[in-house]
């Protein structure tokens, strides 16, 4: 019993982790990378359908992302829906092809994007000690209906909390590589 719960705990905490490293995927920084445009949806035959789903998305080099749609009159709606979106991107069409060059982020552009990223860790920080209080209300019920011993118990809070800590340094290094990805010029 105690290892299912810990178990779900750990399922829980990985989860909460790869939702936490789709955010700061979301984040822009200096160069151009294809996950940029992966939460950017348009309008396809009256469906909201993502970008990567209508047209190819690659790097032409550094600093530019180029998207190629599949059908050529998708070339305006996949333009608006970039230029609408929150990242502050401003595509050029280029024939067939929809050019994004990445404009240099200011000094304070890019502190205001840290802010983001600490909110954005602040808040799975958050997601993981929920997680372990669930688990420990888990643990604490199993000691009351007597399925399992107190020192079974604590054992049990202890193996969450070191769960718990392991996720939240992996949390705090994630943040630190998106920050030093940040501020580099």
């Known amino acids: 019993m105690i290892a299912d719960i810990k178990k779900s705990a750990e399922q829980k905490m990985q989860k909460s982790l790869e939702a936490l490293k789709l955010d700061l995927g979301k ?3 200096g160069r151009a ?43 305006s709606a996949i333009e608006k829906a970039i230029r609408s979106s929150d990242l502050g991107l401003n595509p050029v069409t280029v024939g067939e092809l929809i050019r994004i060059p990445m404009p240099a982020l200011t000094e304070e552009r ?17 997601a993981m000690r929920n997680i372990r209080r669930d688990a420990n209300t888990q643990l604490k019920d ?28 992996e949390i705090d290094k994630l943040l630190q590589i998106k920050e030093a990805e940040l501020m580099a010029i």
């Not at 950017?40 to 469906?47: E, K, L, M, Q, W």
């Not at 209906?145 to 392991?166: F, N, P, S």
Request: charged fraction near 35%; proline fraction near 2%.
């Open 27 to 29: 984040v822009r920084t």
């Open 33 to 75: 990378h294809t996950g940029l445009l992966d939460h950017i949806t348009v309008d396809y035959y009256g469906a909201p359908t993502l970008i990567s789903q209508v047209a190819s998305v690659n790097l032409a080099d550094a600093r530019t992302i180029t998207v190629a749609p599949w059908e050529k009159k998708m070339l």
């Open 110 to 126: 890019r502190r205001d994007l840290t802010k983001i990223v600490r909110h954005e860790g602040e808040n799975a920080r958050v």
């Open 142 to 169: 199993l000691l009351k209906e007597k399925k399992i011993a107190e020192d079974e118990e604590r054992r049990g809070q202890d193996e969450i909390q070191k769960l718990t800590d392991r996720h939240i340094a």
